[in-house]
């Protein structure tokens, strides 16, 4: 089983930035792809950005240029750097990551999401 967990979410200023974090532990032998994804009330859920073991990167139209994506593979860990954050990046943003476990079964596994909230 692969547990994935988020954090640093929280409450910023429209113009601000935050830093997400997520950790993935359990019985992993390989993360082929981690990302994040977001869901704003009302709204279905929606690409962020994901990025595979290999650093291909794929961001959603409406933060390229303000988001960045990275992970350290060492740690099972990919982080998220938003800037410039509008009022319209408020969601529950979620960790989701896919690859094999020890037993080389596929695993597909999300965090239980963190809150950002943009707000003046």
């Known amino acids: 089983q692969v547990q994935l967990v988020e954090s640093g979410g929280g409450l910023v200023q429209p113009g601000g930035s935050l830093r997400l974090s997520c950790a993935a532990t359990g019985s992993i032998f390989t993360i082929n792809r981690m990302g994040w994804y977001r869901q704003a009330p009302g709204k279905q859920r929606e690409l962020v950005a994901t990025?595979?073991?290999?650093?291909?990167?794929n961001y959603g139209d409406s933060v390229k240029g303000r988001f960045t994506i990275s992970r350290d593979n060492a740690k099972n860990t990919v982080y998220l750097q938003m800037n410039s954050l509008k009022p319209e990046d408020t969601a529950v943003y979620s960790c989701?990551?896919?690859?094999?476990?020890?037993?080389?079964?596929?695993?597909?596994?999300w965090g239980p999401g963190t809150q950002v909230t943009v707000s003046s």
């Open positions: 989701n990551a896919l690859g094999y476990d020890l037993s080389r079964v596929v695993f597909d596994s």
């Open positions: 990025i595979t073991s290999g650093h291909n990167i």
